[in-house]
């Protein structure tokens, strides 16, 4: 079954899911916020198979998530090292443990906790507007188009419904 591409869709949401396409390149990304660089650990941490982990670390190169850098020489073998858009992705890990901990915990608890070393607490993600520093809720937020967003479609009916102040 050939997969449907979203690349080229005007949503953020739709782009950022066609990026990574399966459940395995998160946790990748997961691991090297863990400190996991080398493929045999990722493979080792993660359980996964080699050539499924092959294919997601070469994704994750070429989109500029990850960098290969050489640490040995023969044979030559790489650590995947975060880069900046790489290092930009904790925030979607964050608030994705977030809403783990909250609907997918057992009554034990989160299984992994984050702890904030510069006040010395454990914490948790918290979505805030940028601009006043409150806490973002859906209902007191309202969708408008963005200087990317096709012309072609912002006259169409259903898009008008969906977005509001389009002129803007």
């Not at 990722?42 to 190169?61: C, H, S, W």
């Not at 044979?75 to 783990?100: K, N």
Request: glycine share 8%.
């Amino acid at each position: 079954m050939k997969r449907t591409s979203f690349a080229g869709w005007p949503c953020s949401i739709a782009r950022t899911m066609d990026l990574f396409g399966d459940q395995w390149s998160p946790l990748v990304l997961r691991e090297s916020f863990y400190g996991v660089r080398r493929f045999d650990e990722f493979q080792q941490e993660l359980g996964i198979p080699r050539n499924t982990l092959a294919d997601r670390l070469k994704r994750l190169v070429d989109v500029g998530l990850l960098e290969k850098r050489a640490y040995q020489d023969e044979p030559v073998r790489y650590d995947y090292v975060l880069t900046e858009m790489g290092r930009d992705f904790f925030d979607v890990l964050a608030v994705m443990s977030r809403w783990g901990d909250r609907w997918l915990s057992g009554p034990e608890g989160p299984p992994v906790r984050m702890h904030h070393v510069d006040c010395g607490h454990d914490t948790h993600a918290k979505v805030i507007c940028e601009a006043c520093g409150e806490p973002l809720d859906p209902t007191g937020i309202r969708m408008r188009t963005g200087p990317g967003y096709p012309e072609g479609l912002k006259n169409r009916p259903d898009v008008r419904r969906r977005f509001e102040d389009l002129t803007e």
